[in-house]
Structures are given as structure tokens and as C-alpha cells.
């Protein structure tokens, strides 16, 4: 992991941007974390769209998160930002966009091209990303994971033990590949949903929803769409990982 720059958003907050291997990242520590008082750390897992496009949403988790005392970090998905492009995926994507301006129904075929090899990729980053991260002075465990890809979150959850507790984020396409493995899933689980979400197949969130194996889950639906997760929902995460991390 090698660090690329450094900044204090303000007297709590330390941003450090980083790369590790060709893959981008950014970590926020709380100033009270100290080698001798690690922080717990949560893993903020992007959307597919780009740090940068999604920083303003990425450091208000960061920022809220480091009032609790919780380390935060995040990397830049396969095939996004300023990755290499990834045409397998933006060919996925484009029979996706066409289904769906079209009112056609969207394939498993589609769904499992788009997502399935994203999965693939996109976990043993994040786990080589864990490695590094716990390696730091003033970053310990557990470890808490929150985002979508919630296909992404599902296989952490079942091949990372480091991994404690899971927010994921209903509102991205799930191949049915991915119902076996979150039967696999035990730890305590927050699932948010928006109900009106447009580009979501809300009866596929209910019934991977149900699928999981944790004991211990948690389905947090509310109106509005894609972007419109109210304050009071995030308010409900943040204290489901201070239940479980602290």
C-alpha cells in the first residue's frame, strides 16, 4: 500500500488517498485513533461509478463514521474511475441499458455477465485491501462492510472471516447464483431498501433478503428512490455497527 497524499478534513478526520497494486483507494481515520487505540474499521464498497463521482456520498459516510470512532476506507471497483475498462462488463452493461429502454425483461444471462465476474474480481481486491489496511498502526478489527454491490457484500460476508457485520445496500441486479451463497451467510446483517427504487427488482431484494443464513438480519425498507435514502435510515446503520463493532 503505498500512500499518495494526505489531508485533515478537520480535527477529527484524517484522508489519506492510496494505491495498492493499480487499484485506487481512500482511508479516513478519527484522530483519537492511536497505535496504542486501534479503530475499528468499516469497509465503504462504492457503487460502479467512480471514486470520484461518488466521493461527496463516500466522505459523509467517512465523517459520520469517524465521529463514532470507526476507521473507514474504500477502493475503486474493477472496471471503474480511472481502472482500465473492462469491455466483457461494458458489453454486459449495454445489453442491460437496452433490455431496459426497450421494457424488455433483463435475462439471468444479462444479470449474470454484468455482475457474476465483478464479484469475481472485486472480492480478493478487497480482501488484499484488508490485509494492508489492519497492517496500519491505529487500524484494528473487527471489521464491518457496508455498500453494494450487494452481490459483492453477500461474498465477503461468506469467504472473509475477518468480516463481523454487513450493511448492504438493496438496489443492484442479483444473479441467482448468489442465493446459494447467501444461505452461507452468517454474521449480523442491516439491509437497506428503497421500495421505489427504479432500477431495482425489489421482489429479488425481498427474496435474497430471505435467503440469508445469519441469525441475527435486519431489512430496513423505506419510500423513495435509488439516492433518496433518508438521514434516520443511515442513522439506523451507524448504530447497528456500534452495536456489533464496539
Not at 49 to 75: E, K, M
Not at 101 to 110: H, K, L, M, T, Y
Amino acid at each position: 500500500m503505498h500512500f499518495t497524499s494526505e489531508q485533515r478534513l478537520d480535527d477529527a478526520v484524517l484522508e489519506r488517498e492510496f494505491t495498492l497494486g493499480e487499484i485506487p483507494g481512500i482511508l479516513w481515520t478519527p484522530a483519537s485513533a492511536s497505535a496504542s487505540a486501534p479503530a475499528p474499521l468499516i469497509l465503504l464498497s462504492p457503487p460502479p461509478l467512480g471514486l470520484r463521482r461518488t466521493y461527496p456520498r463516500l466522505v459523509a459516510r467517512a465523517r459520520h463514521s469517524a465521529a463514532d470512532g470507526f476507521a473507514t476506507a474504500t477502493i475503486e471497483l474493477p472496471g471503474s474511475g480511472d481502472r482500465p475498462r473492462w469491455p466483457a462488463a461494458e458489453q454486459a452493461l449495454a445489453d442491460l441499458r437496452r433490455a431496459m429502454e426497450a421494457g424488455e425483461p433483463v435475462s439471468d444471462e444479462i444479470i449474470d455477465a454484468l455482475i457474476l465476474p465483478l464479484v469475481d474480481k472485486a472480492a480478493p481486491e478487497w480482501q488484499a485491501a484488508l490485509d494492508a489496511l489492519l497492517s496500519l498502526p491505529g487500524i484494528g478489527g473487527p471489521v464491518g462492510y457496508s455498500g453494494g454491490v450487494i452481490s459483492i457484500g453477500t461474498r465477503l460476508a461468506v469467504v472473509e472471516p475477518r468480516i463481523s457485520a454487513a450493511v448492504l445496500f438493496a438496489g443492484s441486479f442479483v444473479p441467482r447464483a448468489m442465493f446459494e451463497e447467501a444461505r452461507q451467510v452468517t454474521i449480523p446483517l442491516h439491509v437497506l431498501l428503497q421500495w421505489d427504487d427504479e432500477g431495482n427488482d425489489r421482489q429479488a431484494a425481498l427474496d435474497l433478503f430471505d435467503a440469508f443464513g445469519s441469525k441475527e438480519k435486519t431489512l430496513h425498507a423505506n419510500m423513495g428512490g435509488h439516492t433518496g435514502v433518508p438521514q434516520h435510515a443511515g442513522d439506523a446503520a451507524a448504530q447497528f455497527f456500534t452495536r456489533h463493532l464496539k
